[in-house]
């Protein structure tokens, strides 16, 4: 009997006839005699309609009562969801984060996970019941309170409980059939992704793929836990995201079995040995590119004329720090010798940007810095693959097909399974195109395209 | 400092503007130095857009997942009226039921309390916040799972906090001006009554006043709990539910101080001492009437032809009570000596009358009666006074105004402190309106009525 942990978004259970479709998917994955906990978002828009009653009440809305706001979204939808599956002659329980021990530290809004004791949770599963845990919402011990784990937090709920309860697979279900080598929406020949290590998924995701929140791919890759990524609007088999780390996965990823998509795994214990292996015959040829993400979200900040001395980076990589906002790329230009300055350039999402610039501004006296530059008509698009590891030969052609395409590169970052270079907003989904298809990775058919998904 | 315990219902926090409109009046209650906790229904018709959610996806839900859906309703209105407090400059805190210590045993959707340990409402207090508990909701010890409280819910929550913590007052907010000498959308002259007892509220509310549930006067009346009914929507004095076996409150009855009707007591401690005393030239010169109250959810059942041998009653009763049906009014005919038969009639919810009738069919050979008569186009009438404890003449000035008025009495039945008659339906507010008149209860303004409450 295999554990297997689900999580389904707002928009799997946007309605009464939506829960009751995932009502029957669930039980049908109990009835192939597997253990099934579940992780549930608030249904379709509630979330926002809440937030919308909040800042009707006040513009600001104190932390500790928006968790308590909010969390009645995943209240909803996983009574509704337990009280459907009870329909169909199926024992199943609600728990809210609390009850299913999801306990966490005191931010508000953005709690982080500190421990995870699902007693409950193993109790009902025990007794035969299936076991319907409220996404996005933890406790916090200290204080008694309730909290929300932020963006993607009922993708974290749903890895942290897998986690915990050492299943055997975290499925996550979403409105697109899986990861897909670019997004289809810009790259109609993208292609879904059938396997694809935790840590390229991690700068995919890190660089723009929004199917999965980066926090719930490092909680997975460090837990050990498998991801399968698939659409609850179908059976086709997914994305799976697994762990190099793991032995299971890793023993079983070269033994070549192959369930190529299409084929429904329902009714099946969804092990690793029967899901679709990475294409070996590439994998020796040339280097293997998982795929390509780009991201508009970032702005540029120069900080020019910097006096070239010994510890200034430091110094204003210490100040940013300071307002707390995530710092992506960093370029320092060569000194002009004749001068002695040089030009220090970061990336960072645009929200962050006025207080960094403010906070910057503030420090140019004791910096000693020329002047600041802001530019938010950015674009960052960014090449993962673990094949890059072993062939020098990848940024080249990169390069080449950016330069063919007449497209500038504006700053280049690279780690050792990933480069990102920045160009002009308007450029970068172009250069999605152009890059995907230098690669390789163009597909026979055009991908479908389904609607965007939330927390 | 004096504590006091409010409730708003659906109704008076059914929109945002509504929300802040609450918040603004709780403020002013602690700024006049007193504590201040709140219990607060769902908004407006949320329960029943849940309950609604709940039927589409299965026509009986389960009651503990239906219990879990509910209680999101007053997450959402506390969190709300938390905040809103909190952006007028005062720290508010929400609780849950479960966090407010309302402990209940496991009768999902009709839970009732069997402890109150509100610490972390207490250390609120202490800390000078505002505390806004989740009205209508429980928590079972046994089982760990979320209860509800059933119809009238949020009442009996802010009765026994105020129980629990001592409090000096509970305040009901409701849509009307308070409790009425009679039902004012029947009878336009009735008045708001300024105190009456609990035991006389006990009858009124259980003969059909729908403004007080029956359970949250018998809470108050076995806690020593004043309650304070008025509206939401004005700063009127409504009407004292006192004690008479509260010691504070029988004491104080007598002093006659007075406040009437009108006067604010926002900003004051509502001692009961300043609290309208009851007229005191009316209780010495005539029968003190509380009011009248009509009833028309009730049907009537008739066993004919009973034999009229000892045991034959308490056999017919002990069978309705297995059904858990809520027998109102028995009366028994004086046997036919010459057929030794005789008939019982007995009146209940129209709601039971379909499964008593069943299970009486099934038990005629056993009980050997004749026949069963069913009528549900009955209505009952309740006058409801301490006053006719020591005063004979009370039920023949009732049959005399109703015989006046040509509306025939089909049953009848008295308690110490009440007098309740059978008519046919369609002449019960005939009835309500001539006896209202009758005892000099008739007001020389028409009362303003609103809309009708809910939990």
Partial sequence: ?????????????????SIKRVAKRIVETRKAGNEVV???????????ELLDLAHQVTPIPHPRELDMLLTA????????????????????????????????????GQARIVDVTPGRVRSALDEGAIAIVAGFQGFNRGTGDITTLGRGGSDTTAVALAAALGADVCEIYTDVDGIFTADPRVVPRAHKIDRI????????????????????????????????VRSS????????????????????????????????NLGTTPQTAELPSENSEKSVEEPLIAGVAADLSEAKITVVGVPDIPGKAAQIFNIVAKT???????VQNVSAAATG??????????????????????????VGFSSLQYDDQIGKLALVGAGMRTNAGVSAKLFTAL????????????????????????????????VHTAFGLDSDTEAVVHGGTGR
Avoid: C, W
């Fill in 1 to 17: 009997m295999a554990l297997i942990v689900q999580k389904y978004g707002g928009s799997s259970v946007a309605d009464a006839e």
């Fill in 38 to 48: 579940v992780a549930v978002s608030a249904m379709g828009d509630t979330t926002d």
């Fill in 73 to 108: 979204g995943e209240r909803i939808s996983m009574a509704l969801l337990a009280m459907s599956i009870r329909s169909m002659g199926h024992d199943a329980r609600s728990f809210t984060g609390s009850q299913a021990g999801m306990i966490t530290d005191a931010r508000h």
């Fill in 197 to 228: 290590s935790s840590e390229e998924m991690l700068e995919l995701a890190a660089n723009g793929a929004k199917v999965l929140y980066i926090r719930a791919v490092e909680y997975a890759r460090r837990h050990g836990v498998t991801l399968h």
């Fill in 233 to 264: 609007f179908n059976n086709n088999e997914g994305t799976i995201v697994f762990n190099e780390l793991a032995p299971d996965a890793a023993g079983q990823a070269g033994s070549g079995a192959s369930g190529g998509p299409g084929i429904p």
């Fill in 324 to 330: 707390g906002a995530n710092i992506d790329m960093i």
């Fill in 341 to 366: 300055l040089t030009d220090i350039s970061f990336t960072l999402p645009k929200s962050d940007g006025q207080q960094v610039l403010q906070t910057l501004t503030s420090s140019q006296p004791e």
């Fill in 403 to 434: 330069y063919e395409a007449g497209i500038n590169i504006e700053m280049i970052s690279t780690s050792e399974i990933r480069i990102s270079v920045v160009t002009r907003a308007d450029t970068v989904n172009d250069a999605l195109r152009v």
